[in-house]
């Protein structure tokens, strides 16, 4: 080894003795080490807690309350509430726009707060009551809401009305008479590529009407 060379290696050994070129071999080694520790590890953590492993792509049980009715079936853990209510229950009002909780098309209520089913998974819609926007109706009469949104145009091409329905539906349980700026809190997580915000402003003051009416 030349001299030159014997004196970079003390000078990268430093006060620590230890050299920059050995702390990162042995902090490699380290991290491979933790990770082989971690995948030989993960097995028996999971049985000594108990914790349930499902494999990908098999189903488990599940039950929900949708609209009033008790619905049970088989679902894949990864599922999507809103996957469940169109393609498994043909429930079809809630819409698809985003799939990632940006649109609001697909708003139903949990327990009467206004959710993204989209970003719900089915399992944990479990145990809580669901309400979609074709629970709102009675036989073929309008629910409240959509009554309003009928008499007030506050739609153009419809695709987020149900969402939008289902935004002031969720405000009105919480507060029956909201003032405008309440209005247009409940209903900002719902987007209307129309623009027809202000008709479903008014919409949504006509149903608190209706509904105390």
């Given at each position: 080894m030349g001299e030159d060379h014997r004196k970079k290696s003390k000078k990268e050994q430093g006060a620590s003795g230890v050299s920059?070129?050995?702390?990162?071999?042995?902090?490699?080694?380290?991290?491979?080490?933790?990770?082989?520790?971690?995948?030989?590890?993960?097995?028996?953590?999971?049985?000594?807690?108990?914790?349930?492993?499902?494999?990908?792509?098999?189903?488990?049980?599940?039950?929900l309350t949708i609209n009033g009715q008790r619905h049970r079936l088989l679902v894949?853990?990864?599922?999507?509430?809103?996957?469940?209510?169109r393609h498994e229950l043909a429930l079809t009002g809630s819409k698809e726009g985003c799939d990632r909780g940006e649109c609001g098309a697909c708003t139903v209520l949990l327990d009467d707060v206004p959710r993204y089913a989209c970003m719900t998974l089915a399992l944990e819609a479990e145990g809580v009551e669901i309400t979609t926007i074709e629970g709102l109706m009675d036989g073929e009469e309008l629910g409240a809401v959509q009554q309003a949104f009928k008499e007030k145009d506050a739609f153009q091409c419809g695709y987020c009305t149900p969402g939008q329905v289902m935004a002031v539906e969720g405000l009105l349980r919480a507060n029956p008479q909201p003032d405008l700026e309440e209005i247009r809190l409940g209903v900002s997580g719902n987007l209307c590529r129309c623009g027809t915000y202000p008709n479903i402003f008014k919409a949504a003051r006509r149903a608190g009407e209706l509904k105390r009416g």
């Amino acid at each position: 080894m030349g001299e030159d060379h014997r004196k970079k290696s003390k000078k990268e050994q430093g006060a620590s003795g230890v050299s920059r070129r050995d702390f990162l071999t042995g902090a490699g080694v380290g991290a491979v080490g933790l990770a082989a520790g971690g995948a030989a590890g993960a097995a028996p953590a999971a049985a000594e807690t108990g914790a349930q492993v499902v494999a990908a792509g098999d189903m488990v049980p599940v039950a929900l309350t949708i609209n009033g009715q008790r619905h049970r079936l088989l679902v894949e853990p990864r599922w999507s509430l809103l996957h469940v209510l169109r393609h498994e229950l043909a429930l079809t009002g809630s819409k698809e726009g985003c799939d990632r909780g940006e649109c609001g098309a697909c708003t139903v209520l949990l327990d009467d707060v206004p959710r993204y089913a989209c970003m719900t998974l089915a399992l944990e819609a479990e145990g809580v009551e669901i309400t979609t926007i074709e629970g709102l109706m009675d036989g073929e009469e309008l629910g409240a809401v959509q009554q309003a949104f009928k008499e007030k145009d506050a739609f153009q091409c419809g695709y987020c009305t149900p969402g939008q329905v289902m935004a002031v539906e969720g405000l009105l349980r919480a507060n029956p008479q909201p003032d405008l700026e309440e209005i247009r809190l409940g209903v900002s997580g719902n987007l209307c590529r129309c623009g027809t915000y202000p008709n479903i402003f008014k919409a949504a003051r006509r149903a608190g009407e209706l509904k105390r009416g």
